[in-house]
């Protein structure tokens, strides 16, 4: 099976500022079409999980150009550019590619 | 785009429990669809997932021969059948629409509100 790891797993940030959250797999999430199959998802506080970025750098419908994926093979990434009170949440990648999926154990994202 | 799940309940370790998954707004039987859990506070938990093209079906292996996933197209909704509980299966419970091509899948783009599942005595 796929692992899925995140890094860090705790992540307080300025208002403003940037941020990065990694996520590596224990394979690679690469397709013979071309697509990593990896998605980013957010959850808020009492939510149910909203999808950020699929396929290693597509954002979804509705998603602030401040908040990019990049990344491919084993090695991912998940950028907001200026952080905002209302990206606090639970940030957590998942691999497609083979069953079962998979997610990381999440990124706590908080505003210092 | 709705998707609603019903069926959460507290159950006795070693009973069933049905969970439906109400979808409104788009074609259902166009995507494929997930069922994923979150137990009390922990991540995300992939359970099962159904295609949309020939309707197979994968399981994880914490559930596998004690869960299975359905659909009705002509009802637009979605089950899992939960068998033989146990007290790790007590999670709340989110169905998802995805897409996948043909055995990858990704782009769960909208989500239930969820519904708890308690396994106790």
């Known amino acids: 099976d796929i692992v899925m790891t995140q890094s860090p797993l705790s992540l307080p940030v300025t208002p403003g500022e940037p941020a990065s959250i990694s996520c590596r797999s224990n394979q690679s999430l690469l397709h013979n079409n071309g697509h990593n199959y990896l998605d980013w998802y957010l959850q808020k506080a009492g939510q149910s999980p909203q999808l950020l970025i699929y396929l290693g750098s597509y954002r979804a419908s509705g998603v602030p150009d401040r908040v990019s994926g990049s990344g491919s093979g084993t090695d991912f990434t998940l950028k907001i550019s200026r952080v905002e009170a209302g990206d606090v949440g639970l940030y957590y990648c998942?691999?497609?590619?083979?069953?079962?999926?998979?997610f990381g154990p999440g990124t706590r994202l908080d505003i210092k | 785009v709705q998707l609603l799940e019903s069926g959460g309940d507290l159950v006795q370790p070693g009973g069933s429990l049905r969970l439906s998954c109400v979808v409104s707004?788009?074609?259902?039987?166009?995507?494929?669809m997930i069922w994923v859990r979150q137990a009390p506070g922990k991540g995300l938990e992939w359970v099962s997932d159904i295609k949309s093209d020939d309707g197979r079906t994968s399981y994880a292996d914490s559930v596998k021969g004690r869960f299975t996933i359905s659909r009705d197209n002509s009802k637009n909704t979605l089950y899992l059948q939960m068998s033989t509980l146990r007290a790790e299966d007590t999670a709340v419970y989110y169905c998802?629409?995805?897409?996948?091509?043909?055995?990858?899948?990704?782009?769960?783009?909208?989500w239930g509100q969820g519904t708890l599942v308690t396994v106790s005595s």
């Open positions: 998942m691999q497609g590619l083979q069953t079962p999926p998979a």
């Open positions: 707004g788009f074609s259902f039987s166009s995507y494929s």
């Open positions: 998802a629409r995805g897409y996948c091509s043909p055995n990858a899948c990704y782009r769960y783009d909208y």
